[in-house]
Structures are given as structure tokens and as C-alpha cells.
């Protein structure tokens, strides 16, 4: 099968024919299925003789690569080339087939003449070359009539692609006052033509803007300066246009551009300067020191660390004040570092000097990086509290010194020209409890109170020196140590539990005993022990001083029993070493123990009974406990039966309404002021609250309160005697009738009151006025013997016992 192009294709192919005789020597030559029994009878002859390798072989196929032009834009699809077969005749019973990439959608052959065609517009961009199989069969019965073989369509590249800059816009940035020449950036486009094939991928670059300041490298697209000592401070910034143009700059070539943003940086290139040659401040004379007096600023044109500064003061200013540098604004920060006095120097002349921090020294000889300024502070007078010379003032007082003795004397002074006079006072805070006073005109101090030199040793006081302005006030200082005196006696210095073993010997050393003294000698404590004249001579023990501030009780006998004594009280003396010297006399308690063997003691006190034979401790702690059960159930019962009463009101579930509670307490008559109090009789005009028995305290409230008026109060001081008490009675008896929440309804109550010619008659509440104590009870005498008592009560007969009235 052979090809056929157009163009250029036809023209190689001319070239091929003349190559075609070394071809058929080689291996390009195909071998088709119908030159096969050829073949395989001229390889018989291969064996006899080298000749044979020389033979022409017939040849079916002769493939080479097509080649079509990207992005065609005609209406008529795109001949590509031509597929032949020796075995077509050209009477129809050969057809092509095609296959591979874009066999359908792109590329089309005709199946009679073997034409190809491309239908839709290709990029090189997007695939440079398609991998296409062709093969020849028998139309008839789609047998192979060729073996199938492969071909490459190559896609022509045409110039269509601009560069473009992928990094792009660009920033950089070059010191100022470069040099000529100084690489700046490299900037870099690509194109996407085929570099391989003519000049539609070879750039060359350009700048559009950004002359005369900077140029670049046509080939390379290094960006240098194109001027020498550039300034920052006049301009810092440029911005360029770069210009990349394919087909080597040539007129139709496609081009692209970017922008390169180029920032001067700064170097250090300016020296500081003040912007004034001298400053004036005024600060008051009280300003406290560590203050801030002044803040001066020298100026850079310059920034970040090539813009820090430092301060120095060169004249009057050392000692009295300092300059540090604000490292935020980069001013001069002048401090105060000693008190300000007016009276004493009123002004300060001083030379301040900016430096610059980091000194590029390539430019060292643009001139100094330094500035001076002048500063004046003058210093104004504020009326000050007084002052004392000596802020703090030691005193020291005996411990025994007298109330009103004069210890020391403290002194201030008016700093001020007026010189005021000095008044002293105490901080009373520092003397609570008026140790001492203070001379308010000469500054003496004296004792106010007795001084106790173990309870405070130290006095720290506060003194206070006022002028005539109270505001106005000056604090001094005084410590006042108090010195000690031998006041205080010597004592045990723990509270001592010697113990005696029964089995110890004669000589034998029980208790190493010290002493401690609140009071402090200089040359330090000295006791001395001894046993008071009284037990010098005793039996059992005796006391050895053991020059050490200690002494020892040691036995002068064996052979002690705890049956005979459990306990032994030993007084000692002791003296100390002060002048005058003090002595009290200790107690020391000895116990009498049983020890073992080694000197331990096993038990002390008193020698317990023994149990008898047969009981155990166990059994006698169960025959208490016993008895303590016992004891508490009877106190129990005896409890709850004290405590038991018979309620006055039965319990709701049962009918209350025909009980009759009696009252049989009889009074002693009116000389008995122990059965009720008669003041209640005697002050009847007193607010009475009707809605309360006074005999039983009751549950609920009252809902139906009995009406007062002023009016229907009766006025018991007009009345006389007789009709007092009933007049009372009365109304206590209608306070209880109209009470709901006072039990039982139908009570029988009994005023058992007894006096002289008494006309109180009944005071029984069934006889009341209320409406259910007028009802008739003769009923209750038909219902027979069990209402016999019933009917006496309720009826109309009356029974006089006792004097009352039931």
C-alpha cells in the first residue's frame, strides 16, 4: 500500500522514489499477505548462496508520517492524504478502514479511494500528533486482505500563541543609591508554539515604561537600573512594563507584557537633625523624681533602624537628670533622677546630642550623623512640707522609765523662703495603744505608759511636721528600743511528767529540769536551782545543780510503792543571775509507776482493786450495761406518764356537742391572790380582744370577731363594786358564746368565784344569751332515767350547791 500527500508531502515523496532501491535492501520494505507464497519460495533459495540477500522483494506498504496545518479554518474539510493498496484493482472489491485516535470524530477516510480528511480544527497546543491504523479488506466478506499498519498524523504548528508571563506582576526592590547597572529582577515569558519549528517560540523582551530608570536584558529579561544613586526619600517607588514578543521581535509576531513593581529600599543616608536649636521648659520644684521633664525629637528622613537615634546630655545636666530614647517615636525622653530645689538651684542649661544608631559607613562621607540642641528647665517654687534633716531617728528608753520621761527629740524645717513655724504630732497609727507623746512646739518625745519590754521591744513611730497649711506634711521617723531590766523571774521550761519507777535506787537521777527568762541580760542567762529550806531535809529526793542552767532530782532512798503514796509534789528554786535577781519557786510532780526491767513504765496512779476469783471484767461490763438498760426504760416510763394529760377537747371523729366539762376548782375567796391574777379584775379598761378564750388556746383563727364600739364598752370605774365583776364576767361570757373556735359548744363552765354578797348569779354559758342557750330541754325529762341528768342540767330546775349556780 502506498501513500500519496499534497505540498510539501508529494515533494518528499519524489525524494523517497529515488531512495526506493536501498529501501527494498533493508527491513522498510512490508510484505502483504498476497505476496506471501512469493516470498516463501525465493526463501528456499536464500540458502544457496549470498546472492539471494540481494534480490528485490515485492512491496505492499509504504508509510511515512502526514502532516495538516492547526487551526484551519476553511468550510471544507481538510485533505489530509491518500491510502492505496496493490491488491485494489480499482473494480470496488478492496475498502479501507481506519482506526485509532480520532478515527471518527476527527478524521475520516473513504472507503473506495482511500482519501483522508480532517473535519474539525485542530490545536497543537492541545495534541501535537495522532496514532492512526489503516488496514484493506475484502469488501465482501471483511476479510484482511493487508496486514493492518500504523501511521502518525502530525499536527503543523502556525504562530498563534502570544508569551505570557507566568510569575507575573513582579515585585522587587533595590537599595537605594545603587549603583549603575544593578540587577534588579529577572523576569521570565513562555510561549506555547513549538520552539522546534520556526520562530513562533523565540522571545526577546522590552520595556515599555519605567525609563530612564531602568533597562532590560533583551535574551534574558534581567532587569537592571539604568541610573545611578537613586533616592528613596525623593521617590521610592516605580513601577515598569515589560514587553516579551515572539518570532525574535519581528514584524506579526504576538507579544504579552507584565508589570514589575520596584521599591527603593532605604539605607542609611541622612543624618539627624532637631528641627530647633533650643527649647525651654518649666517644671515645678516638687516633681517627683523618675518624672518626665521634657521629650525632644531629632528628625531622619530615613526609617526603620537607620531612623533609631540615641540621646546623650553633654552639659549641666549629668546626675540631675537622664535621656533615654522612646523606641516607638524615636524622641528623647529627659528624666528627672534628684530631687528639684528652687531655693538651691532654679534653673538648668542643658546640651542634648542625637546620634544615629547604625552608621552605614559607606556613607560616612556624606558628613557626621549627629545633632545638638539646647534645653533649658527652669525650675518653679511650690510652698513644700517641712522636712527633717534626719529622716530616721533612733532613741533608745529603759523599761522601767517613768511616765512623762523624755526619751528624744526630733527636729524639721520650713524648706521655703517664709520659713514657717513647726508644729509635731504622732501617726497614731504606728501607736495604737499611746506609748508615747510628742512636744507639738520643741519635737519631744515622752512616755505616755508604763513600757513592757517582752510585750514590744521595738517602737517604730511615725512623726508628723505641719505648717500652718495642713495640707502641707512632713513625715520623719523615729525608733525607739526599749531596753531590758531583770523583771521577770525564771520558770520551768516545759511543764514537766517525771516518773518514778517502784524499783528505783538510791542516787538514781529521774528529771534533768532548765529554766527560761523573758529577760534577756547582755552577758546572757545564769540560773541557779536549789530546794526551799522547807523540803531541804525530805527523805525522798534531793537536787543537784549542774552549772549549766540545769539540775537534776535524784532519789535518796529505794523502796517506793505506789500502795503507800502515787504521787510526789516537789517544789524547786530557782534563782537568776540579774541585779536585783529574781527567784520563784516550781512544783514538780512525781509519779510513783510499776516499770519492767529495763526502767519502763508500764502503769501509774493508784494500785486497782482486785476483781474476785471467778469474774471476769467481761462479765461485770455486761452486768452494768444491764443495769444502765434498766435504768433508762424506768425513766422513760416515768417520763411519758409525767408528761401524759387528758385533753381538754375529745378527738373530732367523736360527738362533743352533749359533753359537759366540769370545773370544780374552788376559790379562796378574794384575799386569794394565788389562784388567778386580780389585777385583771381591778384594770377592767383595757383593750379586750373578744375573738381568744383565755382558758384554751385555739387552732384556727376566729372568722366571726365579736363587734366592738366604743359605745358598747362599759366604763367600770363608774359602776359599783357588785355590778363590776358581774359586768365583766358578763362580757367574757360573750366573748366565749360567740367564739366558734372555742371548743366544746355546749360546755358546761363553772366561775367558781367566791366573795362578799356576790350577785354575779350563774355563769354557766347554757344560760348565755346566744340563741342555741335559749332553747327547751324539757324534752330530755321524757326520755327516761339515762337522761335524768341530762334533763336536771338542761331543764328548767335549778340546783343550788355550794353557792353556785349550775
Known amino acids: 500500500m502506498?501513500?500519496?500527500?499534497?505540498?510539501?508531502?508529494?515533494?518528499?515523496?519524489?525524494?523517497?522514489?529515488?531512495?526506493?532501491?536501498?529501501?527494498?535492501?533493508?527491513?522498510?520494505?512490508?510484505?502483504?499477505?498476497?505476496?506471501?507464497?512469493?516470498?516463501?519460495?525465493?526463501?528456499?533459495?536464500?540458502?544457496?548462496?549470498?546472492?539471494?540477500?540481494?534480490?528485490?522483494?515485492?512491496?505492499?506498504?509504504?508509510?511515512?508520517?502526514f502532516f495538516v496545518l492547526e487551526e484551519y479554518t476553511g468550510e471544507e474539510p481538510l485533505y489530509v492524504g491518500k491510502l492505496h493498496s496493490d491488491v485494489d484493482k480499482g473494480d470496488g472489491k478492496v475498502k479501507y478502514v481506519l482506526?485509532?485516535?480520532?478515527?471518527?470524530?476527527?478524521?475520516?477516510?473513504?472507503?473506495?479511494?482511500?482519501?483522508?480528511?480532517?473535519?474539525?480544527?485542530l490545536d497543537r497546543e492541545e495534541q501535537a500528533y495522532y496514532t492512526l491504523q489503516a488496514q484493506a479488506v475484502d469488501r465482501l466478506t471483511n476479510i484482511p486482505v493487508e496486514p493492518r499498519s500504523e501511521f502518525v498524523v502530525k499536527v503543523q504548528d502556525i504562530n498563534d500563541n502570544e508569551p505570557k508571563f507566568l510569575d507575573g506582576p513582579y515585585m522587587a526592590g533595590v537599595p537605594e543609591m545603587s549603583a549603575l547597572g544593578t540587577t534588579v529582577v529577572q523576569v521570565a515569558a513562555t510561549d506555547a508554539d513549538d520552539p522546534t519549528y520556526g520562530n513562533s517560540a523565540r522571545v526577546v523582551y522590552s520595556i515599555i515604561s519605567g525609563q530612564p530608570y531602568f533597562s532590560v536584558d533583551p535574551k534574558t529579561g534581567v532587569v537592571r537600573t539604568a541610573l545611578p544613586n537613586m533616592d528613596r526619600e525623593v521617590k521610592d517607588q516605580y513601577v515598569l512594563v515589560i514587553q516579551a514578543k515572539d518570532m525574535v521581535g519581528q514584524m506579526g509576531g504576538l507579544s504579552g507584557t507584565t508589570s514589575v513593581t520596584v521599591t527603593l529600599t532605604d539605607v542609611n543616608d541622612n543624618p539627624p537633625r532637631f528641627s530647633r536649636k533650643n527649647y525651654q521648659y518649666m517644671v515645678l520644684e516638687s516633681l517627683p523624681v523618675a518624672s518626665v521633664v521634657a521629650r525632644v525629637k531629632a528628625l531622619d528622613n530615613d526609617i526603620g533602624p537607620n531612623a533609631e537615634m540615641e540621646y546623650r546630655i553633654m552639659e549641666d545636666g549629668p546626675g540631675v537628670f537622664n535621656i533615654t530614647t522612646d523606641e516607638d517615636t524615636q524622641e528623647g525622653i529627659i528624666i528627672l533622677q534628684k530631687p528639684l530645689d528652687f531655693e538651691t538651684k532654679n534653673s538648668f542649661n542643658l546640651r542634648i546630642e542625637a546620634t544615629n544608631r547604625n552608621i552605614d559607613p559607606a556613607f560616612v562621607h556624606l558628613g557626621s550623623f549627629s545633632d545638638t540642641t539646647s534645653v533649658k528647665v527652669t525650675v518653679e517654687d511650690v510652698n513644700e512640707p517641712p522636712v527633717f534633716p534626719t529622716q530616721l531617728n533612733k532613741m533608745v528608753v529603759s523599761e522601767d522609765a517613768r511616765v512623762g520621761i523624755s526619751i528624744g527629740r526630733v527636729s524639721a524645717h520650713d524648706p521655703d523662703s517664709s520659713n514657717s513655724a513647726i508644729r509635731y504630732s504622732i501617726d497614731r497609727n504606728t501607736d495604737l495603744e499611746r506609748f508615747f507623746n510628742v512636744d507639738a512646739l520643741s519635737g519631744v518625745i515622752s512616755t505616755a505608759k508604763p513600757l513592757d519590754r517582752e510585750v514590744n521591744s521595738v517602737h517604730n513611730l511615725t512623726i508628723l511636721a505641719m505648717e500652718n497649711d495642713p495640707t502641707q506634711v512632713g513625715k520623719g521617723f523615729a525608733v525607739i528600743t526599749v531596753l531590758d531590766i531583770n523583771d521577770n523571774p525564771p520558770v520551768f521550761a516545759i511543764e514537766y511528767e517525771t516518773l518514778l519507777c517502784e524499783n528505783a535506787a538510791p542516787g538514781q537521777v529521774i528529771q534533768t529540769i532548765s529554766a527560761v527568762d523573758k529577760d534577756e541580760p547582755p552577758s546572757g542567762h545564769r540560773f541557779y536551782f536549789a530546794l526551799p529550806p522547807s523540803v531541804a531535809s525530805n527523805s525522798n529526793f534531793t537536787l543537784r545543780d549542774n552549772k549549766d542552767n540545769t539540775a537534776s532530782i535524784v532519789t535518796k532512798r529505794g523502796g517506793f510503792r505506789r500502795r503507800e503514796q502515787v504521787?510526789?509534789?516537789?517544789?524547786?528554786?530557782?534563782?537568776?543571775?540579774?541585779?536585783?535577781?529574781?527567784?520563784?519557786?516550781?512544783?514538780?510532780?512525781?509519779?510513783?509507776?510499776?516499770?519492767?526491767?529495763?526502767?519502763?513504765?508500764?502503769?501509774?496512779?493508784?494500785?486497782a482493786y482486785t476483781l474476785p476469783a471467778g469474774l471476769s471484767t467481761g462479765a461485770l461490763v455486761a452486768i452494768l450495761g444491764c443495769i444502765i438498760t434498766l435504768l433508762v426504760m424506768v425513766l422513760l416510763i416515768v417520763s411519758m406518764r409525767r408528761r401524759k394529760k387528758e385533753p381538754l377537747i375529745l378527738e373530732e371523729e367523736r360527738d362533743v356537742r352533749e359533753n359537759i366539762v366540769r370545773y370544780d376548782d374552788e376559790g379562796g375567796?378574794?384575799?386569794?391572790?394565788?389562784?388567778?391574777?386580780?389585777?385583771a379584775l381591778r384594770n377592767l379598761n383595757v383593750i379586750r380582744d373578744p375573738k381568744v378564750r383565755r382558758d384554751v388556746t385555739p387552732d384556727t383563727p376566729t372568722f366571726f370577731p365579736y363587734p366592738r364600739s366604743s359605745s358598747s364598752l362599759p366604763v367600770y370605774k363608774t359602776l359599783p363594786d357588785n355590778v363590776v365583776f358581774r359586768e365583766f364576767?358578763?362580757?367574757?361570757?360573750?366573748?366565749?358564746?360567740?367564739?366558734?373556735?372555742?371548743?366544746?359548744?355546749?360546755?358546761?363552765q363553772t366561775y367558781a368565784f367566791e366573795g362578799n354578797g356576790s350577785v354575779a348569779e350563774s355563769l354557766s354559758s347554757l344560760e348565755s344569751l346566744s340563741t342555741d342557750s335559749e332553747q327547751n330541754y324539757d324534752y330530755l325529762s321524757n326520755w327516761g332515767p339515762r337522761f335524768k341528768k341530762l334533763a336536771d342540767l338542761y331543764g328548767d330546775g335549778k340546783k343550788i350547791n355550794n353557792g353556785n349556780v349550775l
Open 2 to 65: 502506498r501513500w500519496c500527500g499534497s505540498g510539501s508531502v508529494w515533494r518528499a515523496g519524489a525524494l523517497l522514489a529515488l531512495l526506493l532501491p536501498l529501501w527494498e535492501l533493508g527491513c522498510w520494505g512490508l510484505i502483504s499477505a498476497s505476496g506471501a507464497s512469493g516470498t516463501q519460495n525465493r526463501a528456499q533459495h536464500t540458502a544457496g548462496g549470498p546472492w539471494e540477500l540481494l534480490r528485490r522483494h515485492k512491496r505492499s506498504w509504504v508509510w511515512n508520517q
Open 567 to 607: 504521787l510526789y509534789r516537789l517544789p524547786v528554786l530557782i534563782v537568776d543571775s540579774g541585779s536585783p535577781a529574781l527567784s520563784s519557786t516550781n512544783t514538780l510532780s512525781v509519779s510513783v509507776c510499776d516499770c519492767d526491767s529495763d526502767g519502763v513504765a508500764q502503769s501509774c496512779g493508784a494500785v
Open 729 to 748: 364576767i358578763w362580757d367574757r361570757l360573750k366573748d366565749a358564746d360567740v367564739d366558734p373556735s372555742a371548743p366544746p359548744y355546749d360546755s358546761l
Open 669 to 679: 375567796g378574794e384575799e386569794d391572790t394565788e389562784a388567778f391574777d386580780m389585777v
Open 99 to 121: 482506526s485509532g485516535e480520532g478515527s471518527t470524530s476527527i478524521f475520516t477516510i473513504d472507503e473506495n479511494t482511500g482519501d483522508i480528511h480532517a473535519t474539525k480544527r
